[in-house]
Every structure is written in C-alpha cells, then in structure tokens.
C-alpha cells in the first residue's frame, strides 16, 4: 500500500462503524415510514454499493467509486421512499428523510480522508440525484419535484452533510497546527456522527431550533461565568436584534436597537468581547452591575449576540472572558446553522405559497368565473315555464358564488405575512376582520403588542395558526361573534380566537385536521396549543410561547410578601 495512504486506516473503524448504524437507522425508519418490507431492499443495495469502500479503504478507484453509488443509491432510495410513504401525517414528501440521514456517511468519511473536494462532489451529486428522480416520479398525478416537503427535507440533509463536511474539515486543520493528539479529532468526529444520528430519530428540524440551541448556550454559560440574567440576541433585519432565549429571575427589557450607544452595538460592530458596568437593559437595574456581551461570530459573519449579567462589580475578569469565548465559539456555528435552516425552510414555504395563490387565480378561479357568466345567460334566456330549472340554476349560481369566495380567502390566506413595520398584531387583526366580514361574523379585536419583534420564523407560525383558528370558527362552528386577543412582549407572546358557535365537538372531521395542523405548528416553535369550551357557548383556541411578565411579577410579589 502507498505509504501517502498511512493515516488513512484510522478512519476505516469509524467508517464501519457509522455505515453499520445508519444502515440500521434508516431501516427502521423506512419501514416505519413506509409499513412496506419491499422497501428494505433500497437499503440492502445501500450495504452493497458501500462494501468496496470498507473492504478496500485505501484503493484508489474502487473507493471513491463505491463513495458515489452510494449516494446516487440514496437519492433514488429518498424519492421512492417519499412517494410510497404511508406514515399517517406524513405527507408532501417529508418521508425522503427517513433514508437521508445516512448521506452522512460517504460525505463525513471524505472529510476525515481529507477529500474537501470529492465531498463536495458527493454532494453535488446526491443534489442532482435527489432533483432527477423527483423530476420522473409521479406523487398525486403530478411531479414529487413540486412538493415543498420533499424540497425542504432534501434541503435539510444537503446543509447538514455540508455542515458535517465543513466540521470536519475544520478539525483536521486545527489539529494539524495545534499538533495535538490523533485520538481527538476522532472522538469529535464521533461526537457529530452521534449528532447527525440524534437529528435522524426526531421529526425535520427538531435539533436545528435557534431557540433550543439558545437556551442550552446561557445554561453552559451559567457554569463558568457568575450569571444572574442573559440573554441570546440575533439580527432581525432593520438594524434591530430579537432576543432568541433569556435567563434570570426576571424579565429584562434588553437593548435591541444596534445603532443606540451601547456595549451591545460596540461588541456587535467590533466582533470582540466587551465588559461594562452598565446594564444592557432598557430599564436600568440599580446598584453594582457587570455586564459582558460576546458576538456569536461564524466566519467573518456575526450572527447573533450573548449577554450576561451580574448584580456585583467586576464578575467577569479576563479568565472569565476566556471561559466564556470558549463556549460560544462552536456554539455561533450551531446557531448559525439553525438560523440559515429557518431561513431556507422560510423561503421554500412561501414561494410554495405564491406559486399555489397564481396557479389558483390563473386557473380554477378564473373556470368557475366563467360558469357563473355561463348561468346568468342561461337564466336570462329561459323563456318558458320551467321554473324548476330555473331554480336550479339560481342555486348553482348561489354554489358557485360560495366556492368563488372560498377561493379568494384562500388566495389571501396564503398571500398573508407578517410585515417587518406592521407586526404579528397587525397581520392577525387585517386576516380576523377580512375573514369575519366575508362570513358575517362581528370581530372583536384586543391587541397589545411591545415594539420588540419575535424571530420572522415564529412570527410566520403564530400567523399561520391564528389563520387556522379562525378559519375553523367561521366554516365549522356556526358563530356569530369572534374574538381575537393577541399579547405581543416577546418572548412572551398569547394568541387566542374565541368564537360562541356550537363547540368543537360537534365540528366536521376537517375542523379537527385543522387542530392538529395547528398543534404541529406550536410544537415547533416550543408553545403549547390550549383549546377549551367558550361559555356559555363555543370554543376558545389558545397557543402561548414563555411565560407571562405580568404573572411573573405577580408570582414575584407573592414570593415576597411570605418572606416578610
């Protein structure tokens, strides 16, 4: 063997290793998906088109052969898999991720051999694979290449192998120049492997939350660094952060606005840790204060901001500093991750949105707006006595007019966002009033909502349920009088439609479909989904994200008054 190839049996353990568990994964998970044994032998041809590359690590054409049919094998496996998945839920393509998470393999293995290039080739391929075999296979009477699901779990996969691709090629680089042990960069190689494993088991997205990954940033932080209140910051657009998680006692006011003279616009501007005796609150805390704000750098790119504070002068010395930095450098890249997974999963949905609302407008509306010019001369040249036709075609017109105005709320429905000046308060009351005009329902609106913004991809949830809910209450619920109340004081926000219709037991089974949408949506965003019976008649839908300020300092007063 070619003595340039001797570091390379090292890898050749963590390669069985990671194809003999992801064959298993994905296994399982396809007949799960699928409740279809046929389907397993995707998987077998898997084993297959991956055995040269372990028999024969070190050859120098089998290898990268095998690398390659393995992921052109994976790309077919995906789009046959999605279009036979029977999974209940599961639907537009979604069940491609049951066989995608071994893509990781062949691409992570490239990365420890210190083939940058051919793992991005191997991307490159699965990509164009993915695309052509959706292009050919047929979903519903149409192509699986126009389904979203199928697009953005694809996506998922692609950017996770990237990420893993970049990782890895990263840990190679620092080992070489810190001159550090060998068994390390294996052990963090596993360590990511464990985590692509991780985000195989759970549903698109789960492990890719900015704000879960947030949360666990100021917990490891409390460890190092004196701690009483934090905060994780990321970039809004119009030069204002979002607070993306938050620790401490009490709700915090924080500084958002990045063109204000503050520690927070300094550090964001400079990318290096800043100390200050000042509170980065709004509302300024009294007595000694020391404040560090560390920017979440990925790259050259800031991507977000992390705030501590201690209630006592000097907290955060030098070697603090160090802890600190040494925690929410590998974290940037994380958040980064899940940030940019928010942001591609986004656009997909809404160019989805826009396609669909042109293709109804130019089509099945425009069709049923000419059947109705087609009855009105019809009924206009009815010249005898046949009154029983003609009440017919009264109440075809009546139909076709109900289906028109369906079709137009959907359109709007789906052209609905929430705008970057107007805010989530604004978008849920201009759909309530909207809605509740068309279906002769009297709106009542309660809004309070703070200047301060949740992140855009929850906003995008928050909308789309309130839509949902208020769609139930006029098809379904026969009401008369709606209610909206949306409390806005991020990262607290509560959502609730109320309306004094039949109740929810007595609905069609699409209204239930409707609720369960709407308890995916709120799971994704960590809210909870609160539906109970309006008295005395009806049915009030609720989801909450955080806890409330003001039962916070409710909470905070009684503490006290038992103290004294």
């Known amino acids: 063997m070619p003595a340039s190839t001797s570091g390379q049996p090292q890898t050749q353990p963590l390669a069985v290793a990671a194809r003999a568990v992801l064959l298993a994964l994905v296994a399982a998970l396809t007949l799960f998906a699928t409740r279809d044994a046929a389907q397993l032998w995707w998987i ?44 209940t839920g599961v639907t537009g393509g979604v069940g491609a991720s049951a066989v995608l998470p071994y893509l990781a393999v062949p691409v992570t293995v490239t990365a420890l051999s210190r083939r940058f290039r051919e793992g991005a080739a191997l991307l490159a391929v699965a990509a164009a694979t993915l695309v052509a075999s959706a292009a050919f296979t047929r979903v519903d009477g149409g192509a699986q290449l126009g389904q979203v699901g199928y697009l953005a779990v694809c996506a998922q996969w692609l950017i996770l192998a990237g990420l893993g691709l970049y990782t890895a090629g990263t840990l190679q680089r620092v080992m070489r120049v810190r001159g550090e042990g060998k068994p390390q960069p294996y052990a963090e190689a596993t360590r990511l492997l464990t985590q692509l494993r991780t985000v195989a088991r759970q549903l698109p997205g789960a492990t890719l939350d900015p704000g879960g990954i947030s949360e666990h940033l100021l917990e490891e932080l409390r460890v190092v660094a004196k701690t009483d209140r934090g905060a994780v910051l990321s970039a809004s657009g119009g030069g204002r952060l979002v607070v993306l998680a938050q620790i401490g006692a009490d709700r915090v006011d924080w500084e958002t606005t990045l063109d204000a003279d503050s520690a927070i616009a300094d550090a964001w501007a400079s990318q290096q840790p800043t100390v200050s005796s000042r509170s980065q609150a709004r509302s300024r805390h009294s007595g000694e204060v020391s404040a560090l704000i560390v920017p979440l750098v990925a790259g050259v790119r800031t991507v977000g901001l992390v705030v501590i504070e201690a209630d006592t002068a000097a907290a955060y010395p030098p070697p603090v500093v160090s802890r600190v930095t040494a925690l929410t450098g590998p974290a940037a890249l994380r958040l980064e991750a899940a940030l940019l997974f928010d942001e591609v999963r986004s656009l997909a949905t809404n ?8 293709e109804i407008h130019d089509g099945v509306a425009q069709e049923l707006v000419m059947v109705g010019y087609g009855i009105d001369n019809a009924l206009a040249t009815v010249h005898e ?14 139909e076709v007019t109900r289906v028109i105005t369906e079709l137009r709320l959907s359109l709007f429905e789906l052209r609905s966002e929430v705008d970057r000046h107007g805010g989530l308060a604004a978008a849920i009351a201009e759909y309530a009033r909207t809605v509740g005009a068309s279906g002769g329902l009297r709106v009542h609106l309660s809004l309070d909502e703070s200047t301060a913004r949740l992140p855009a991809a929850t906003e995008a949830e928050l909308l789309r349920i309130a839509q949902e809910a208020v769609t139930n209450a006029r098809k379904h619920a026969g009401a008369s009088n709606l209610w909206v109340t949306c409390e806005v004081d991020p990262p607290y926000t509560r959502i609730e439609v109320s309306d004094d219709g039949h109740g929810i037991g007595d609905q069609r089974p699409d209204g239930h479909y409707g609720l369960a949408i709407m308890a995916e949506r709120a799971e994704r965003i960590r809210g909870r989904l609160e539906i109970r019976p309006r008295r005395p008649s009806g049915t009030t839908v609720a989801v909450v994200l955080g806890s409330s300020p003001r039962r916070d300092k409710v909470r905070g007063s009684a503490a006290a008054a038992e103290g004294e």
Do not use: C, K, M, N
């Open 44 to 87: 077998a041809l898997l084993g297959v088109a991956g055995l040269p590359a372990v028999l024969a690590p070190q050859h120098r054409l089998l290898t990268p052969i095998s690398r390659f049919a393995e992921v052109v094998v994976l790309g077919l496996a995906a789009s046959q898999v999605a279009a036979d998945t029977h999974l």
């Open 351 to 358: 160019e989805e949105r826009q396609r669909l609302a042109r």
């Open 385 to 398: 006595d046949a009154d029983e036709t003609a009440d017919s075609l009264r109440t075809l017109r009546q």
